[in-house]
């Protein structure tokens, strides 16, 4: 690894799913006031996250597919309500 390219505050912290509780420990920059004692009896800084990999519906498998095909099809109707229309406007203005 190349020296002095990484910031003077690069060191190991804990990372805490709040959602699932699911912790790892990696290298960050990030700031926090609380800390933690790690498996290896170590304390190190603790961040807490809102959402991870170990909670997040795509990695977790519960994702939602959303209906595609019916969007497009209400995009279509759309778009043909809106070429009738515009139809409709240009023969107006050629009628006055």
């Given at each position: 690894m190349k020296k002095d390219i990484h910031p003077q505050s690069y060191r190991p912290v804990v990372f805490?799913?709040?959602?699932s509780g699911f912790?790892?420990?990696s290298?960050?920059?990030?700031?926090s006031r609380q800390?933690?004692?790690?498996?290896?009896g170590q304390e190190y800084p603790l961040v807490v996250l809102g959402i991870s990999s170990a909670s997040h519906p795509f990695y977790t498998g519960q994702q939602v597919f959303v209906d595609t095909a019916g969007?497009?099809?209400k995009?279509?109707?759309?778009?043909?309500k809106t070429?009738?229309?515009?139809?409709?406007a240009?023969?107006?203005?050629?009628?006055r």
């Amino acid at each position: 690894m190349k020296k002095d390219i990484h910031p003077q505050s690069y060191r190991p912290v804990v990372f805490k799913d709040s959602a699932s509780g699911f912790s790892f420990l990696s290298q960050s920059c990030a700031r926090s006031r609380q800390t933690v004692t790690w498996e290896d009896g170590q304390e190190y800084p603790l961040v807490v996250l809102g959402i991870s990999s170990a909670s997040h519906p795509f990695y977790t498998g519960q994702q939602v597919f959303v209906d595609t095909a019916g969007r497009v099809d209400k995009f279509k109707q759309r778009l043909a309500k809106t070429k009738a229309a515009q139809k409709q406007a240009a023969g107006f203005k050629k009628k006055r």
